[in-house]
């Protein structure tokens, strides 16, 4: 016992104020480290984002960040609890002192966190100024070793003195509320663990539902660091109402009367550090799982993995109240004891872990979660309506995989306390070792089951061998207490109910981890990757760090289909063929004879996908060297699948593979560098695509492009609403004046933007080239390209067109990212008709004008084309409603038109000939 405890000094308890006193209590304190947890999670969200600009949007930036944040706070934790175990030492002094240091640090937090927000948009040019290449074993150019450590210095200069602070938070104010009563210590850091643990699920849920929507990076970051200065100033105005004082903290010797069995045990460091360790590198590993799995099943939107952190979060901070009330019901007793019963506790929830968390990610049925009642009462509702729904199609899989385990996980921290919290003067520095390893464990087992376990042993093998290693976890409390006491007295074993409650927990945890282990091999992969194939056949599945990877064939046609984590990317279908070859077709061939020449025979393909508009590249002569972009190595690996279509591309010598987030490469490159810039990302929707359609992308890529060069973008704006389609619009033709929009298949749009010049079609141009490129000509005449009608009536709109209609409308940027926030399941997509003016063809083919031979039934395609767009079927999507199939309304003679469809295999797929009718 401590003299805190012998003297019965008053110390913070668990109502806000004690009888007769002014003094805040825990309840108080409490309620400002929810603020500050809130902080904490809104900055960790943001600078992933923020980071992926910087130093590119892939699973290694993600990580880096993610690792500095986890080490920071573990090493303040541990550092500044020594510090504070050091100040109470010292000299009598009040719990003042404690919560005024816990002030300072939260408004050190605030002012980084401003100077962070400030810096991170300027870092981009940095970070390519540093990035240099190499080529590895495949070939393919990846980062330089100096690069990646240059990016890790510039992350931890910036990153760690703020997360050092963050951590330092917590052991401070446990400090500051345990104060010398230690057998409360698990409870009491257990509460503060917990409601900081909430804050974060807030600051989760809000920073992406909400903040990074409707403010902004910038204005989320400034909020969380006014929510730091507040939490500053309530702890200082509550520091000046505690005047009791305390005693220095020295440890009084146990009565030598006590029995065998209250005999003081020392407490165990070293073995319970390693048990938080390993419990940690289970819990991170099991995160990285449940992102992978639920991103297969809802999808790599922004809005799954905010709900899925904000669920982990809640589900922690649950938890963390369930061990402290654990810790709590020990009660007043010897250390030895609070170790024996917090260790079976700890024990038992470690042993659970290990079976529920495998059973539930392996008896996951799509079906169990998606009901075709629930999807048409979507489809159906108001938008209010809609929105909630949608948040519980995607909230259902994830409580019922993620929320059980996570709540166990939660336990952890708490128990570990209550285990070896013997000491008054030393409760801080034990804190903090216990969150030190903690987290420590948990930045290897994140690492390690995304860079090591998942690649090499695929999703159902690792999460049989992260139960193993949570079933460790559990072991090491009850070998150490074995070892300390040299009898297995874990707690009252003499209780016929403890036993049981052990013996049943590890049965549980053995039985759980056996039955998924018997599951067959390819279980989990049929229920995530390949779950929506249909009756296409699975030609090969592949785990890797970035994805799971599937090709699929169409048995009828034999047409092939990549997918990334159980959703379709890209494939050799007809469609996806025309519009990728025409990415990089439709540029090469712009601009009238005598024009200056361009300055450059380089050209860049930000996403390979299965090699279709890389190998349209290689097709133009002019273009001598081309790079490609693309941050999945596995993506490059399956290129041989789609051989046929793509022939081997990657193996043309001027072909250069550059392992890099495309964004990162192109800041990286000299300004000038490429004549043709094109890229067709994921769908609009999924996480960091914003970044490659914001203005400051465009004016990147724009500073790169050659004297009258150009840059081709996918424009699939059927996946999103009507004023997110503006917003793309709108940052492009800010950059791009000029810029026209071209028709790559049916919805499939592009838009084309020239670095000066003007953007037109000469007819005699073109026809000169193709006579002279007769490989070009066959590529183009497989996709139905190949006539000088098909090819210049793939104009849609010009500058002007979009420019009037997204007058009022603000343009996609990388502060306000709106695009990924856009719903992803729109129960009815309209294009607007407006954006079509197919008519004012002559101003982009000024030959055009007047009849040519050479431009057959050029009117009646325009026609036809001029119907078509304005067809209620081509411009709404509905899932509530059939779309009738109604006639077009054309001006000319019907035998004409029928004569023009009949002269395009393009206008014979996607216009029916029952279709054409005159106008009457």
Known sequence: ???????????????????????????????????????????????????????????????????LFMIGLGGGAWLLGRWADGRVGERPRTPSELVRAYAYLEAGIGLFG????????????????????????????????????????????????????????????ARAVVRGQVERAGSRIGLLYGVNTLGAAVGAFSVDLSLVPGLGLFA?????????????????RWADRMKEPVPPVTEVPTAPTTTAAEEPMPPPLAGIAAALAVSGAAAMGFEMLWFRALGSILGGHRSTFSLLLGTILTAFFLGALLGGVLSRYVGPSTARQRFERAATAFACSQWLLAGVAPFLLGRYRLSDYFDPAIAL????????????????????PILAIVAAPALLMGLAYPLGNAMIQSSAAAVGSRAGLLYLSNTLGGVVGSLAAGFALIPSMGMQRSALWLGVLAFIAGVIPVLTGFWRSRSLALPRVNSPMARLTMTACAMLGVGGVLGFSALAPDHLMSQLATVHVGSETVLTVAEGPNETIAVTEVPSTGERKLWTNG????????????????????PMLLGAAGEEPIESNRALVICFGVGNTVHAATLHPELESIDVADVSESILDHAPWFRTWNHDVLTSPKVHVHLNDGRQHLRAQTDGAYRLITLEP?????????????????EIAKQKLARGGYLTQWLPLYQVPSYTAMSLIKAFIDVFPGAVLANGYGRELILIGRNGGTISFDPDEVASRLEHNPALLADLRAIDLSSLTELVTSFVAN??????????????????????????????????????????????????????????????????????YASEPYLVISRTRPIAKRYLHTRSDPALLRAARQASGYLTRIIPDAAIRPTL
């Open 799 to 868: 500058h002007e067109r979009m420019v009037t209609l997204t007058q009022g409308v603000a343009a996609l940027t990388d502060d306000l990212p709106g695009l990924e926030y856009a719903p992803n399941k729109l129960p009815e997509a309209v294009i607007p008709i407006d954006l079509y003016g197919i008519r004012e063809l002559p101003r982009f083919c000024p030959k055009c004008a007047t009849a040519r031979a050479d431009l057959p039934l050029l009117a009646e395609t325009v026609d036809l084309l001029t119907g078509l």
């Open 377 to 396: 009462a979507h489809a159906q509702g108001t938008s209010g309506g809609r929105a909630l729904i949608e948040v519980w199609m995607s909230l259902a």
């Open 1 to 67: 016992m401590t003299q805190d405890e012998s003297a019965g000094v008053d110390t913070p308890d668990a109502s806000p104020h004690r009888r007769g006193s002014t003094r805040p209590g825990i309840t108080a304190l409490a309620t400002v480290f929810f603020l500050s947890g809130s902080a904490g999670l809104i900055y960790q969200v943001v600078w992933v984002r923020c980071f992926g600009n910087v130093f590119g949007s892939t699973v290694q930036s993600a990580s880096l960040v993610t690792a």
């Open 114 to 173: 401003l100077l962070i927000a400030v810096i991170l948009p300027m870092l981009e040019p940095l970070s390519a100024w540093i990035t240099s290449y190499t080529p590895d074993v495949a070939g393919r150019l990846v980062p330089t070793v100096g690069t990646q450590l240059a990016r890790f210095a510039i992350a931890t200069l910036l990153l760690m003195p703020m997360t050092v602070m963050m951590g330092g938070t917590l052991t401070v104010l």
């Open 567 to 586: 959703h379709p990317m890209t494939g050799t279908t007809y469609m996806a063929q025309r519009y990728m070859r025409a990415f990089v077709h439709l």
């Open 220 to 236: 989320a970051q400034a909020i969380a660091a006014a929510l730091n200065l507040l939490v500053c100033l309530l702890a200082l």
């Open 682 to 698: 994921p769908p609009l929707t999924h996480a960091g695509v914003a970044a490659l359609y914001s203005r400051d992308f465009y």
